[in-house]
């Protein structure tokens, strides 16, 4: 059963910075063939896509995010990060990890991220 850790989640002021990281509990060989994205869910709203990054380390964004966040990942470390910059009240969400091994997807437990003064 593959369980995704996520962590790096809390308060911060307007501006500020927060850094979330997700790891994989399974050690997968090929690891660097999947994908891994972020998603965010605020109260009262759907489930949106923040940011992806392909296997080969293409990334993509949201517009409401781009230039702010950058995603990022480790293979060896079995792990994908969202580094969040000039954070905004209304980045205020869950923010949960997706992994897609291309043979199963799973999601994290999700982390509160919360902007606010």
């Known amino acids: 059963q593959v369980q995704l850790v996520e962590s790096g989640g809390g308060l911060v002021q307007p501006g500020g910075s927060l850094r979330l990281s997700c790891t994989t509990s399974i050690k997968f060989f090929d690891i660097f063939a999947m994908d891994w994205a972020w998603y965010r869910q605020a109260p009262g709203k759907q489930r949106q896509l923040v940011a992806l990054?392909?296997?080969?380390?293409?990334?993509n964004y949201a517009y409401s995010v781009k230039g702010r966040f950058t995603v990022s990942r480790n293979n060896d470390l079995y792990s994908v990060y969202l580094q969040m910059d000039s954070l905004k009240p209304e980045d205020k969400a869950v923010y949960y990890c997706y992994f897609d091994t291309h043979r199963g997807g799973y999601w994290g437990q999700g982390t509160q991220v919360t902007v606010s003064s």
């Open positions: 990054i392909y296997s080969r380390g293409a990334t």
